[in-house]
């Protein structure tokens, strides 16, 4: 029953409509609208094309971009010069190495972006992530490593110095302890 199968993607496709957006009630929004498109329109989900996990995931992509398209029209309202002249810069509170790390995937291309998190953090394999993005295999092994390369520049570079680094293991060893994490968190959601 196409419900309950609904069901048992659910904490999958919050946690990548998450990774997609840090805003947590804006995924839940993504996660809700794409559950409502793949309802109204079980009827055209052909298995023979693919899985109904990349076909759910392909739904809360286009969901996440169709908001941002959205939001683009509407943002005429300039609040955030305001916003920037009235609230002072406080970082008052460190951040911790999975938000730095949350911050250079969330600072990659939307492709290489939504390849990597697909592929590391969701678990997909290539294959699915390609059925997913549309395109072939080898794009999104391309992508994936250039993302990593990228995130793990970026992760690296921002307030490192050797004495950290060599205290807390390579940058590579870092990104995959808070891929783990986030792999972890998944899974309990």
Same mark, same amino acid.
């Given at each position: 029953m196409?419900?309950?199968?609904?069901?048992?993607?659910l904490p999958d496709l919050r946690a990548y409509a998450r990774m997609l957006s840090p805003?947590?009630?804006?995924?839940?929004?993504?996660?809700?609208?794409?559950? $409502?498109?793949?309802?109204?329109n079980r009827a055209q989900f052909d298995p023979k094309k693919g899985p109904l996990r990349a076909w759910l995931f392909r739904i809360v992509r286009n969901e996440y971009y169709q908001q941002l398209r959205s939001e683009r029209v509407r943002d005429t309202?300039?609040?955030?010069?305001?916003?920037?002249?009235?609230?002072a810069n406080c970082d008052l509170e460190q951040r911790t190495d999975l938000k730095r790390m949350l911050s250079a995937v969330q600072s990659l291309k939307a492709a290489q972006k939504d390849a990597? $998190?697909?592929?590391?953090?969701?678990g997909f394999t290539y294959e699915e992530a390609?059925?997913? $993005?549309?395109?072939?295999?080898g794009t999104v092994k391309s992508r994936v490593?250039?993302?990593?390369?990228?995130?793990?520049?970026?992760?690296?570079?921002?307030?490192?110095?050797?004495?950290? $680094?060599a205290e807390a293991g390579s940058p590579l060893d870092l990104l995959h302890e808070e891929l783990n994490r986030i792999q972890a968190v998944q899974r309990a959601a």
């Open positions: 196409f419900s309950n199968e609904l069901g048992t993607f805003d947590i009630s804006r995924a839940d929004d993504i996660v809700q609208n794409a559950c $409502l498109k793949a309802w109204q309202d300039h609040t955030d010069d305001i916003d920037d002249y009235l609230i990597f $998190l697909l592929v590391v953090a969701a390609a059925d997913v $993005l549309g395109c072939s295999a490593s250039r993302a990593r390369d990228m995130a793990i520049g970026r992760f690296s570079s921002e307030n490192w110095t050797g004495d950290v $680094l």
